[in-house]
């Protein structure tokens, strides 16, 4: 855990007793309520601390400064469950004055976020204070409690089988409770939705025009470069499943789409070559940051107003792949978060009729796809 910490870097603003107090893994204790049912236990107790009007015993949820885009998300998610077990008040308080930007202008090797920006908060850039309480409201304040990076991680690090499920009872079970706790502590911004609805809209009427019936859509998220936690699942995976959901979706006048995400230059390359751009779509028509090799996005420095642009990709990538009737994924955040986004928008789909994922290994293949 030192490495991580040191790799990924951790925010290390003043947090001095009595004002504030820094707490060890001993002092926080084991991960506890993974299942399910954790979610109505949690959400109970969040929300009775959020009715207190004072900001004593805020607890500020921190993340890794350099990681991907939906870490932060995760570290929050499982600090809030840690507070909210504990009847305490929790704030997203990730790591100010982290942008590259700045932290270049400091003359250090540190970290940087490369998806934060000199002028905004790392966290409120994109999503909606959480119930109302904004980092802002509590530094300085009285009697704020952080978990250090170890004691963070401790909570953090078992709940990553949520995230890469690695069998169907393990999926249905964090996902019920992940989709729970996306849909009321990770709330996007209003305008970050609003122009991923633009975008869908763009892209589809680009393909099909006012012609009824609506299209059929396939999410494809692939996942390259510098992915490690579980292997990398190339384009020759996914083409059979695609060949399928286009051959048995495509009938009469209605047309088969496919919509592309993926930060891998080559795959998307691959994809595009193989079904053209008529029937792939992509977010800003394939103009968006991709990288090659085991380069990776998050590791990019950012700086002039870059940081919340590449920040946002990610966030449109999400909820457009999120809008698709059918997703095609390995173990990623991104699209995991995809399948949070769905369950709690559209409510009762079941994510794994919405979902095939390769990283499962006692899922069946889609009835499409058979």
């Given at each position: 855990?030192?490495?991580l910490?040191?790799d990924?870097?951790w925010?290390h603003a003043?947090?001095?007793?009595?004002?504030?107090v820094?707490?060890?893994v001993?002092?926080?204790?084991r991960?506890r309520?993974?299942?399910?049912?954790?979610?109505?236990?949690?959400?109970?107790?969040?929300?009775?601390a959020a009715?207190?009007?004072?900001?004593?015993?805020?607890?500020?949820?921190?993340?890794?400064v350099?990681?991907g885009?939906?870490?932060?998300?995760?570290?929050?998610m499982?600090?809030g469950?840690w507070?909210?077990?504990r009847?305490?008040?929790?704030?997203?308080?990730?790591?100010?004055?982290?942008?590259?930007?700045?932290?270049?202008?400091?003359?250090?090797?540190?970290?940087?976020?490369?998806?934060?920006?000199a002028d905004?908060?790392p966290?409120?850039?994109y999503?909606?204070p959480?119930?109302g309480?904004r980092?802002?409201?509590?530094?300085g304040?009285?009697?704020t409690?952080?978990l250090?990076?170890?004691a963070?991680?401790?909570?953090?690090l078992?709940?990553?089988?949520?995230?890469?499920?690695?069998?169907?009872a393990q999926?249905?079970?964090?996902?019920?409770?992940?989709?729970?706790?996306v849909?009321e502590?990770?709330?996007?911004?209003?305008?970050?939705?609003?122009e991923?609805?633009?975008?869908?809209?763009?892209?589809?009427?680009?393909?099909?025009?006012?012609?009824?019936?609506?299209?059929?859509v396939l999410g494809?998220?692939?996942?390259g470069?510098d992915?490690?936690?579980?292997?990398?699942?190339?384009p020759?995976?996914?083409?059979?499943l695609?060949?399928?959901?286009v051959?048995?979706?495509?009938?009469?006048?209605?047309?088969?789409?496919?919509?592309?995400?993926?930060?891998?230059?080559a795959?998307?390359?691959a994809?595009?070559?193989r079904?053209?751009?008529?029937?792939?779509?992509?977010?800003?028509d394939?103009?968006?940051?991709?990288?090659a090799g085991?380069?990776?996005?998050?590791?990019?420095?950012g700086g002039?107003g870059a940081?919340r642009?590449l920040g946002?990709?990610?966030?449109l990538?999400?909820?457009l792949?999120?809008r698709?009737?059918?997703?095609?994924?390995?173990?990623?955040?991104?699209?995991?978060?995809?399948v949070?986004?769905?369950?709690?928008r559209?409510?009762?789909?079941d994510?794994?009729?919405?979902?095939?994922?390769?990283?499962?290994r006692d899922?069946?293949?889609?009835p499409w796809?058979?």
């Amino acid at each position: 855990m030192p490495r991580l910490c040191s790799d990924h870097g951790w925010p290390h603003a003043p947090c001095a007793p009595p004002s504030c107090v820094r707490m060890s893994v001993r002092d926080a204790g084991r991960p506890r309520l993974r299942s399910s049912a954790v979610a109505d236990v949690v959400l109970q107790r969040a929300r009775q601390a959020a009715r207190h009007s004072n900001l004593t015993g805020v607890v500020r949820a921190r993340s890794f400064v350099s990681d991907g885009f939906w870490a932060r998300a995760h570290f929050v998610m499982t600090q809030g469950i840690w507070a909210s077990l504990r009847g305490a008040r929790f704030v997203a308080d990730l790591h100010p004055h982290a942008d590259c930007e700045t932290v270049r202008a400091t003359a250090t090797t540190a970290p940087c976020d490369v998806y934060a920006d000199a002028d905004s908060d790392p966290w409120e850039a994109y999503f909606e204070p959480i119930y109302g309480l904004r980092a802002a409201d509590v530094r300085g304040g009285n009697q704020t409690t952080e978990l250090d990076c170890a004691a963070a991680l401790a909570q953090h690090l078992p709940d990553t089988n949520g995230v890469y499920p690695r069998t169907m009872a393990q999926a249905a079970s964090y996902r019920a409770r992940n989709a729970a706790l996306v849909s009321e502590w990770i709330r996007i911004r209003h305008d970050v939705y609003h122009e991923a609805e633009l975008e869908w809209r763009r892209l589809v009427r680009a393909r099909i025009g006012g012609r009824a019936p609506t299209p059929a859509v396939l999410g494809v998220h692939l996942r390259g470069t510098d992915k490690f936690i579980t292997p990398k699942v190339g384009p020759e995976r996914y083409l059979p499943l695609i060949d399928a959901f286009v051959r048995n979706h495509e009938q009469g006048p209605r047309t088969a789409l496919i919509y592309l995400a993926t930060d891998d230059r080559a795959y998307q390359q691959a994809i595009v070559k193989r079904y053209g751009e008529r029937r792939v779509m992509q977010l800003m028509d394939g103009g968006v940051a991709r990288a090659a090799g085991d380069a990776a996005i998050w590791k990019r420095s950012g700086g002039g107003g870059a940081g919340r642009r590449l920040g946002v990709q990610v966030l449109l990538e999400t909820i457009l792949l999120s809008r698709c009737d059918h997703l095609l994924k390995a173990s990623s955040s991104v699209s995991e978060f995809a399948v949070y986004l769905k369950m709690g928008r559209d409510g009762g789909v079941d994510a794994a009729d919405f979902a095939y994922d390769f990283g499962i290994r006692d899922q069946a293949l889609p009835p499409w796809a058979t």
